[in-house]
């Protein structure tokens, strides 16, 4: 019995993310900045939270950070993130950090629908990241060590991020690369061995000249055998970030992805889109967005950022 509960609760999982390997919870945005512009990052500047998306961001960062952050997302589901970013004058610039997920309390029954008691299930990554720079580009790597239990079922993993980043100051242009989450199962859960969700990202980031605006377009899943080039560009996602002031940040933001996978009807509504806010308070960064899903609900997360 406690294999069929096993394999209900992954299955789950997988498609709480939409994709079709193991430890899908790494591929969850978990920062609210994030999610507000469509969830792709990786060509963005200046965040700690870039440890979870391109670590050659890590060298973007003015100066040491610590961040924390909340994700609500469907039913019970609950995740949390908390780096922390610093210099090093032999190591460039670093960064250490850990996300987690659980998926709350369960019953636990038999066939024929006799309660046997309770489960839980939840995940974890810690991650070590470095960033370096040469010129105008920028480079990172990541270490992640990932434990997973649903119903008293574990498993361990290691895994590894790459990461690219060009920047043409003169034009505020960005353009990233980044290879996320491979690597290789330690300990499996039964005993298939499953992969983790590589992905291969592409994104550009451009700060437009006579408007306080950066646009950001990202594509996902480049990496998937697909029958047509078109099917890659799907994936794709597009947000904006208006600079109001100097302490306040709004961001919109579309998913495609998103959109085409969790729209129930034809109608028009605002699934995929994506919604946020930075506020600026001294060394206090206060980030919120809120994903819409349709029919099927919202997801709301808020982060804390302190300037060291």
């Given at each position: ?15 709480m993310?939409?994709?079709?390997s ?7 945005d978990?920062?609210?900045r994030a999610?507000?512009?469509g969830?792709?990052f ?23 950070y610590a ?11 609950n995740?949390?993130y ?9 190591f ?12 709350g ?25 470095f ?7 920028k ?7 990932i ?5 008293g ?9 790459l990461g ?8 505020n ?6 290879l ?5 199962q ?16 592409f ?20 990496n ?18 208006f600079?109001i ?6 961001r919109?933001?579309?998913?495609n ?6 729209k ?9 889109f994506s919604f946020?806010?930075?506020l ?5 960064k ?5 994903v819409?899903?349709g029919?099927?609900?919202?997801l ?9």
């Amino acid at each position: 019995m406690k294999k069929v509960l096993f394999l209900t609760m992954l299955t789950f999982s997988i498609a709480m993310a939409g994709g079709k390997s193991t430890y899908e919870f790494l591929r969850l945005d978990i920062s609210p900045r994030a999610s507000a512009l469509g969830g792709n990052f990786i060509a963005m500047l200046d965040d700690p939270t870039l440890l979870f998306y391109n670590p050659a961001g890590l060298s973007s960062l003015s100066s040491d950070y610590a961040s924390i952050g909340l994700f609500k997302h469907l039913l019970d589901i609950n995740l949390g993130y908390g780096v922390y970013t610093f210099k090093s004058k032999y190591f460039g610039d670093l960064g250490i950090g850990a996300i987690y997920i659980n998926y709350g309390n369960f019953t636990q029954t038999d066939r024929y629908g006799n309660q046997l008691g309770n489960f839980s299930a939840g995940e974890l990554a810690i991650i070590g990241g470095f960033a370096g720079e040469y010129g105008n580009l920028k480079y990172g790597a990541n270490l992640k060590l990932i434990y997973s239990s649903i119903a008293g079922v574990r498993s361990t993993a290691i895994g590894f991020d790459l990461g690219l980043m060009y920047l043409i100051e003169g034009q505020n242009l960005n353009f990233a690369l980044t290879l996320n989450n491979f690597g290789t199962q330690l300990n499996r859960y039964l005993t298939l061995k499953e992969n983790l969700p590589f992905e291969i990202r592409f994104a550009v980031s451009k700060k437009l000249e006579h408007l306080p605006l950066r646009l950001n377009l990202g594509l996902n899943k480049l990496n998937e055998t697909t029958l047509k080039i078109t099917d890659k560009i799907k994936n794709f996602t597009l947000g904006g970030e208006f600079n109001i002031s100097e302490n306040l940040d709004v961001r919109i933001g579309f998913n495609n992805e998103k959109r085409q996978e969790m729209k129930i009807t034809p109608t028009l509504d605002l699934t995929g889109f994506s919604f946020g806010v930075g506020l600026k308070i001294q060394k206090y960064k206060f980030d919120y967005s809120l994903v819409s899903l349709g029919k099927i609900g919202s997801l709301h997360q808020i982060g804390l950022t302190i300037k060291i």
